[in-house]
């Protein structure tokens, strides 16, 4: 059983948007974890891009802030990232992750979904 399970990818033309949801299976609730979206464009290593912790408090890497935007349903256990004006260097694989660990918990955890593909082109 995959933990997560990302959804929303697909093919956009420059300047337009993608909203993407992240599922957890099981007994992962996203509160309880830091929660991040990471992306991989081919030949390049993966990037964090956006995180949320499990107090709200969410960041984003320089290249994407004022574009994207990073969010956590509580009640439907759902972590989604809105993607605006979006550029070909963009493209990637996108995934969710959630993680915990020492000091906030007593062992590290961390699950991946199988991720989305984001391809921005015209």
């Known amino acids: 059983q995959v933990p997560l399970v990302e959804s929303g990818g697909g093919l956009v033309q420059p300047g337009g948007s993608l909203r993407l949801s992240c599922a957890a299976s099981?007994?992962?609730?996203?509160?309880?974890?830091?929660t991040g979206w990471h992306r991989q464009a081919p030949g390049k290593q993966r990037e964090l891009v956006a995180t949320?912790?499990?107090?709200?408090?969410?960041n984003y890497v320089d290249s994407v802030k004022g574009r994207f935007t990073m969010s956590r349903d509580n009640a439907k256990n759902m972590v989604y990232l809105q993607m605006n004006r979006l550029k070909p260097e963009d493209t990637a694989v996108y995934y969710c992750?959630?993680?915990?660990?020492?000091?906030?918990?007593?062992?590290?955890?961390?699950?991946w979904g199988q991720g989305t593909q984001v391809t921005v082109s015209s």
């Open positions: 099981g007994s992962i609730i996203f509160s309880s974890y830091a």
């Open positions: 949320i912790t499990k107090d709200g408090q969410i």
């Open positions: 992750n959630a993680y915990r660990g020492p000091p906030f918990f007593y062992r590290e955890q961390s699950y």
